[in-house]
C-alpha cells in the first residue's frame, strides 16, 4: 500500500505492519470496495502484495482453491484464495453480503447465473486478468474458474454468515456456512439446509 497516506498504516522498524495496522488497512479495503472506488481498491491492494509477497493457500484434495482469512471485523471479512490450475468453484451466493474480487495472479473465467427455483441458466461470462476487479450484490450468483494457476482477494461486506451453493448435479440449492468455501462440501459438512431444485417442465 502507499506508505504515509495514513498514520494507522504506517510500517514498523523492520518493514512490517503492525495488527492495528493491518486492521485498518483492510478496513479501508472493504469500504473502497463498498464505495466502487475499483481503481484505488486496485493501488493500495497491488502495493501491500508487492511489498509483502503472501503464503499461497495450497487447496485441499477435491478443492477448487485454498482459503486464507486475513480479517474479520463489524464491516467485514478479507479472504486470500490459492487456486490450482482448473480449479472451478461451484455456482454460490454470499449470503446478504455484497462480494468482491480482485485478481491478483493469474487467468480466471467468471460466469454469473439466473436461478428461476429449476433451473441455474448462465447469464454472462467474462475474463479477468491480474488486477482485474468484479463484484456481486447480495443475492447474485457467480463461480470463477481458473485458466491457470492463480491467487485471487476477495472482499465481503458484511462478513458471510450463510451462503447458497448450487449443486446442479443433485439439483439442490445447498445452504451452507460462511466458513466453507464455495464449493459442494463433501459428506454435507456445514450444509444447513438443503432444497430440492423443481422439476424441469415437460415441453407441451
Ligand atoms: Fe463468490
Redesign the pocket.
Known amino acids: 500500500m502507499a506508505r504515509g497516506t495514513s498514520g494507522a498504516s504506517e510500517r514498523r522498524g523492520d518493514g512490517s505492519m503492525g495488527d492495528g495496522s493491518m486492521r485498518s488497512f483492510w478496513q479501508e479495503l472493504l469500504d473502497l470496495a463498498q464505495r466502487g472506488a475499483s481503481g484505488e481498491l486496485r493501488a493500495r491492494t497491488a502495493q501491500h502484495f508487492a511489498d509483502s509477497r503472501p503464503a499461497w493457500p495450497r487447496p485441499r484434495a477435491a478443492e477448487p482453491y485454498g482459503r486464507q482469512l486475513l480479517h474479520r471485523g463489524p464491516a467485514g471479512e478479507v479472504m486470500l484464495a490459492g487456486w490450482a490450475l482448473g480449479g472451478r468453484?461451484a455456482p454460490?451466493?454470499?449470503g446478504s453480503a455484497a462480494?468482491f474480487?480482485l485478481v491478483l495472479e493469474g487467468q480466471f473465467s467468471e460466469s454469473n447465473y439466473l436461478f428461476d427455483g429449476r433451473e441455474l441458466q448462465c447469464s454472462a461470462r467474462r475474463d479477468l486478468g491480474v488486477l482485474d476487479f468484479t463484484s456481486?450484490q447480495a443475492g447474485a450468483i457467480?463461480?470463477?474458474h481458473a485458466i491457470s494457476c492463480g491467487l485471487t482477494l476477495?472482499l465481503y461486506t458484511p462478513g458471510i454468515v450463510a451462503?447458497r451453493v448450487y449443486d446442479v448435479e443433485r439439483r439442490a440449492t445447498l445452504l451452507v456456512t460462511g466458513d466453507g468455501g464455495?464449493w459442494i462440501p463433501r459428506g454435507g459438512a456445514g450444509v444447513r439446509e438443503a432444497v430440492a431444485w423443481a422439476p424441469v417442465a415437460a415441453p407441451c
Open positions: 468453484s454460490h451466493d454470499h462480494g474480487v456481486a457467480h463461480d470463477l476477495h451462503m464455495a
